[in-house]
């Protein structure tokens, strides 16, 4: 099953296979749509200079396809990439910055995980004077694994408390110094979703008391 091009140009929408956020909208022809099937990474036809549009050939912000879904009527794309820079030509992530309307009842932030991760990374990279980050940072891999000791006992006491509010606090504190000690050493959030989803798919496993995801 392909797109349906006998009407023209088909709009393509771009998301983060990681993220799920909405990257940018495009348009194919049926060129460019063989072309990013065959190079498996997004090829467009830019209406403006009528012609194929290779992401990234120039700016080196290509777009490695994951997964390409038709829409119900076939002339919609639905592609999931894995980026490789911004998306936009301003330099953002996404397209997609310029809020219209926001309703008030979403009180957080659905990739708050992700951009927590991606915060810490910086500070590893580009460390500020007077970040708490990067004093663990300098302190390395004893003084974080002290905090996770500390914090993993105050997640335990909490619940003891019956104290939703206060577990609520420390279960945030352990997660965060566990993604400095992800940092530090190494490891990316998106090799343990990875690992989660793997356990999450196994029907069973019979490593010791590593179950499956869908026993616990």
């Not at 467009?44 to 549009?53: K, P």
């Not at 080196?60 to 002339?75: A, H, K, M, P, R």
Request: net charge negative.
């Amino acid at each position: 099953m392909k797109p349906d091009f006998s009407k023209g140009l088909v709009p393509a929408i771009v998301i983060d296979h990681q993220t799920k956020d909405v990257l940018m909208l495009a348009y194919m022809n049926e060129e460019a749509y063989q072309k990013t099937l065959e190079i498996n990474e997004t090829v467009f036809y830019s209406r403006s200079r009528e012609e194929l549009w290779h992401k990234g050939a120039t700016s080196g912000n290509t777009q490695q396809v994951i997964s390409i879904v038709l829409d119900c009527d076939q002339d919609t794309l639905l592609i999931e990439v894995d980026k490789h820079g911004p998306a936009c030509h301003t330099g953002r992530d996404s397209c997609f910055f310029h809020t219209v309307r926001e309703s008030d009842n979403q009180d957080f932030n659905p990739n708050i995980l992700e951009d927590l991760t991606k915060e810490i990374k910086e500070r590893k990279e580009t460390p500020e004077e007077g970040s708490y980050t990067n004093y663990l940072f300098n302190k390395g891999v004893d003084k974080i694994g002290k905090k996770l000791i500390e914090e993993a006992g105050e997640v335990i006491i909490a619940a003891k408390n019956d104290d939703k509010d206060e577990l609520t606090l420390e279960v945030s504190d352990l997660l965060y110094h566990t993604f400095v000690m992800m940092e530090e050493i190494g490891v990316d959030f998106n090799d343990v979703k990875k690992e989660l989803s793997k356990r999450f798919t196994k029907k069973g496993n019979n490593k010791g008391d590593r179950q499956d995801i869908k026993e616990w």
